[in-house]
């Protein structure tokens, strides 16, 4: 199935752009996909609204393929979330979509960047590592709900200025 959505946009490019209001269902379908606890269409509603909340999207057609999203105050932004659809993942689209948030930040004036992961996520891990994030923090114990008792959540930090 994955293989002949591929083939059938073969080397079709991504659009990217800013969430608006009405993406709100498409982004909780997308996030519910995603994460164990998922956001409600009213959540990301509220987050849509937030003036210092920015989500870049990547569609394939009329089809959300990845988000990211986070909160700015003054010069430091929070990643909140990061989610690219299984059909599309592997193939480098969360790192054009991370890069292209940090550069819109940097353009806001944020001068760094924080976030939490899991660390045993290895997809997640590699991804912001590869964009330059570094650790600055370990909360153990942070996910209840992990299959792994103990589990840490990362804190990175990437410095933009
Ligand atoms: C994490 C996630 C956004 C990555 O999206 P993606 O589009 O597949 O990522 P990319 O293709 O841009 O790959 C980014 C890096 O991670 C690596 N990677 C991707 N999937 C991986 C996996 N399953 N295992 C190990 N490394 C992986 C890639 O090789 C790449 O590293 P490289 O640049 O050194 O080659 C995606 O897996 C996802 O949506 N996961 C569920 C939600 C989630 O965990 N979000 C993060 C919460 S903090």
Same mark, same amino acid.
């Given at each position: 199935?994955?293989?002949?959505? $591929?083939? &059938?946009?073969?080397?079709?490019?991504?659009?990217?752009? /800013?969430?608006?209001?009405?993406?709100?269902?498409?982004?909780?379908?997308?996030?519910?996909?995603?994460?164990? $606890?998922?956001?409600?269409?009213? /959540?990301?509603?509220?987050?849509?609204?937030?003036?210092?909340?920015?989500?870049?999207?990547? !569609?394939?057609?009329?089809?959300? *393929?990845?988000?990211?999203?986070?909160? @700015?105050? *003054?010069? /430091? *932004? /929070?990643?909140?979330?990061?989610?690219?659809? *299984?059909? &599309?993942?592997?193939?480098?689209?969360?790192?054009?979509?991370?890069?292209?948030?940090?550069?819109?930040?940097?353009?806001?004036?944020?001068?760094?960047?924080?976030?939490?992961?899991?660390?045993?996520?290895?997809?997640?891990?590699?991804?912001?590592? +590869?964009?330059?994030?570094?650790?600055?923090?370990? $909360?153990?114990? @942070?996910?209840?709900?992990?299959? !792994?008792? +103990?589990?840490?959540?990362?804190?990175?930090?990437?410095?933009?200025?």
């Amino acid at each position: 199935m994955i293989a002949r959505v $591929r083939r &059938w946009l073969g080397g079709a490019e991504p659009a990217f752009s /800013e969430a608006r209001i009405g993406d709100a269902p498409a982004l909780a379908a997308l996030h519910a996909a995603s994460f164990q $606890r998922g956001w409600s269409d009213a /959540e990301f509603e509220h987050l849509l609204l937030d003036r210092n909340v920015v989500v870049d999207c990547a !569609t394939y057609g009329r089809q959300l *393929a990845g988000f990211i999203m986070s909160r @700015y105050a *003054a010069d /430091e *932004a /929070e990643i909140l979330s990061v989610a690219v659809s *299984a059909n &599309w993942r592997r193939c480098g689209l969360a790192g054009r979509l991370l890069a292209l948030h940090l550069r819109k930040l940097a353009g806001l004036r944020v001068q760094r960047v924080f976030l939490e992961v899991d660390e045993g996520n290895a997809a997640a891990c590699r991804l912001y590592r +590869g964009a330059g994030f570094r650790e600055v923090g370990r $909360r153990i114990g @942070y996910y209840s709900e992990h299959a !792994t008792p +103990g589990a840490a959540a990362l804190v990175l930090r990437c410095d933009l200025a």
